[in-house]
Every structure is written in structure tokens, then in C-alpha cells.
């Protein structure tokens, strides 16, 4: 991941994508709020609402992956529930 604040740039590493996306939302997160506290004009105001946005819909992103792991791992129990076998 990398970014630039302030004219300054960061980079960073992950070993998954679920902390690539968790840190580019909490990187989001933090500069919305750094705008807020150091702005106070209309700009300042919109930049760090949609940068709060931004930072929201990568949350979504990844508690979905999450909701759908929880439902892909329990897929084969799911399937033999369903399976239509010779009663007892």
C-alpha cells in the first residue's frame, strides 16, 4: 500500500489481503480525522467526509469477505444436511 500526506510518501507491507485493506481503511480513517482537526472550512469539511466514505466502503469490503468465508466454510456440512440418502 502507499499514500502520500502532507507531501510526504508511506509505504507498507501485508502479508494478506485482509490487512492490506483493514490498514488502507484505517489510513483513510486517520487522515479524514487529521482534516477535520486542522481544517474547519467548507473544503476540509467535504474532503474528510468522503475520505470517511472511502474508509466505510473498505470496511464493508472486507466484513463481507468475512460474512462469506463464514458461509464457504461451512459449505460441505451444509451439503451433507441437504443430501438426500437412505433412511434408516
Not at 507498507?12 to 485482509?18: A, E, G, L, R, V
Request: with cysteine; aromatic share 6%; hydrophobic share 40%.
Amino acid at each position: 500500500m502507499a499514500w502520500v500526506h502532507n507531501g510526504h510518501p508511506g509505504f507498507t507491507t501485508h502479508d494478506s489481503w485482509h490487512s492490506a485493506h483493514t490498514a488502507a481503511a484505517h489510513k483513510l480513517d486517520t487522515m479524514a480525522n487529521g482534516l477535520i482537526y486542522t481544517g474547519g472550512t467548507w473544503t476540509a469539511t467535504v474532503a474528510a467526509a468522503h475520505l470517511c466514505r472511502c474508509a466505510n466502503q473498505i470496511h464493508d469490503l472486507v466484513l463481507t469477505t468475512e460474512l462469506g468465508d463464514v458461509d464457504r466454510s461451512h459449505l460441505p456440512a451444509m451439503k451433507e444436511d441437504r443430501a438426500i440418502g437412505k433412511g434408516a
